[in-house]
């Protein structure tokens, strides 16, 4: 996948040697081709999000949700009406506290989950392509121990390996 839309444009050296601006000019362009493949298919690149943390089964209460995705809590509510309109998720008040809502997927929402994993599968290979199965594991680990050092919400790698290993 070659993520330019435009003819050949020369950088600047000083651009073209900057990991901050790669990692953005990729990033940007990554996530704009994988927004615009999983619109095609009917969701959002949140509603995808929704659905994989709901998945993983560990945060279910509403306002979690919207605290792990970094969400406004109203723009979640919008997303979630429009899952659960389709059937993807359901909610109800949770029996220990009425005053929150518990998230849950449904068998349907596992379903089209799984063809959006797919997709991203897709996607991510093709984006890695030009990467051996060494140079993955190195950009992976890499990636992980930033992310984990800016935002806390990532497992360290060490952890990672094991979620990774558990899947």
Sequence with gaps: MNLSTQSQACLP??????????????????????AEEVDAAGFSLYDYSVMALLADGKCQAQASIADVLQLDRSQLVGMLDGLEERGLIERRRDPIDRRRHRVTLTTAGEGELAKLRE??????????????????????????????YHDKRFPAPAEADVVAVAS
């Design 13 to 34: 050296k000083e651009l073209a040697d900057s990991e901050v601006f790669l990692l953005g000019r990729l990033g940007y362009g990554l996530k704009r081709h994988a």
């Design 119 to 148: 997709l991203m599968q897709r996607i991510e290979e093709e984006f890695l392509a030009p990467l051996d199965t060494e140079s993955r594991d190195t950009l992976y680990g890499l990636l992980s121990k930033l992310a984990t």
